[in-house]
C-alpha cells in the first residue's frame, strides 16, 4: 500500500525566513496531495492541496510543488510568522480510494 | 455554516468497555470518514462512508465498526477498548465531485480525545 514518509521532524526558523517540508510517497498512482495544519489540541486544518496534473499551486505565502518522477512533493512557507508555528502533516491519496496516508508530521517553529 | 462536528470531546473508559462516537458532516457533505491520531503521529484511517456505504476500510480489528445515517451523520464503534486504543479520534467529511467520494479535500473536526484506563 501508499507509504509517505515526511521530513524534517522538527523545522525551527527565524520569523520572516521561509520554511520547506518534503514528503515523498511510494504509489506512483496517488494523485491528490492536501496538507493540513494543526496547532496544538485543534483540528487538522487543510492549508492547500494539489493534483498530479498540476506541477506547482500557490495561495499568498503558502506554495506547494509536486515533482511525479520523484514521487516527492514540497510545502513551502514564505515570510514566516509566529502563528505559522504548528504541525504541518502531508498525505497521499489513490484515486477510487477515499482514504488519505498521512506522513508523520513536522512541527515548524517560528521565533520571533 | 457549521463545520464537521463531533461528540463527545472528551471521553474516559476503562478496558473492555464499549464506546460510540459520533459525526456530523458538513452540510451537503455526502462522504465521512474516520482516522485515529496517536500523540505525536499523524492521523491513521480507520473507515470510510460514503451514501450510507462503507467504501474503504484501514487496517483495525473488528472490534472497530461504524454507519452512516440517512442524514449522512456517521457513529464509530469501539468494543472491547484496550489502553492501545487511546487516542484523538478524528471525522473529517468531504463532498463528492468528478471522482466521486475519493480525492476529495477532507475537512476535519475536533475530535473526540478517548482516554482507556
Known amino acids: 500500500g501508499e507509504n509517505v514518509e515526511q521530513h524534517p521532524s522538527t523545522l525551527s526558523v527565524q520569523e520572516g525566513d521561509s520554511a520547506v517540508i518534503k514528503c515523498t510517497y511510494s504509489?506512483?498512482?496517488?494523485?491528490?496531495f492536501p496538507w493540513y495544519k494543526q496547532e496544538l489540541g485543534k483540528r487538522p486544518q487543510l492549508i492547500i492541496d494539489?493534483?498530479?496534473?498540476?506541477g506547482e499551486k500557490k495561495d499568498q505565502r503558502i506554495a506547494v510543488t509536486l515533482n511525479k518522477t520523484a514521487k516527492h512533493f514540497s510545502l513551502h512557507i514564505t515570510e514566516t510568522q509566529p502563528e505559522d508555528s504548528a504541525v504541518y502533516f502531508c498525505a497521499a491519496s489513490i484515486p477510487g480510494q477515499g482514504n488519505l496516508i498521512f506522513g508523520k508530521g513536522t512541527k515548524l517553529s517560528v521565533k520571533p | 455554516d457549521a463545520g464537521v462536528t463531533q461528540s463527545p470531546t472528551h471521553l474516559i473508559k476503562t478496558r473492555g468497555q464499549h464506546v460510540t462516537l459520533r459525526c456530523s458532516p458538513i452540510s451537503g457533505h455526502k462522504s465521512v470518514s474516520w482516522y485515529q491520531q496517536v500523540l505525536g503521529q499523524g492521523p491513521q484511517f480507520i473507515f470510510q462512508y460514503y451514501e450510507k456505504e462503507e467504501r474503504g476500510r484501514g487496517n483495525f480489528p473488528d472490534r472497530f465498526s461504524a454507519r452512516q445515517f440517512p442524514n449522512y451523520s456517521s457513529e464509530l464503534n469501539v468494543n472491547a477498548l484496550l489502553l492501545g486504543d487511546s487516542a484523538l479520534y478524528l471525522c473529517?467529511?468531504?463532498?463528492?465531485?468528478?471522482?466521486?467520494?475519493?480525492?476529495?479535500?477532507?475537512?476535519f473536526g475536533d475530535g473526540t480525545r478517548l482516554s482507556i484506563l
Open positions: 494539489i493534483r498530479s496534473n498540476v
Open positions: 473529517a467529511s468531504s463532498a463528492s465531485g468528478t471522482g466521486g467520494f475519493s480525492n476529495q479535500p477532507q475537512h
Open positions: 504509489d506512483s498512482a496517488s494523485n491528490y
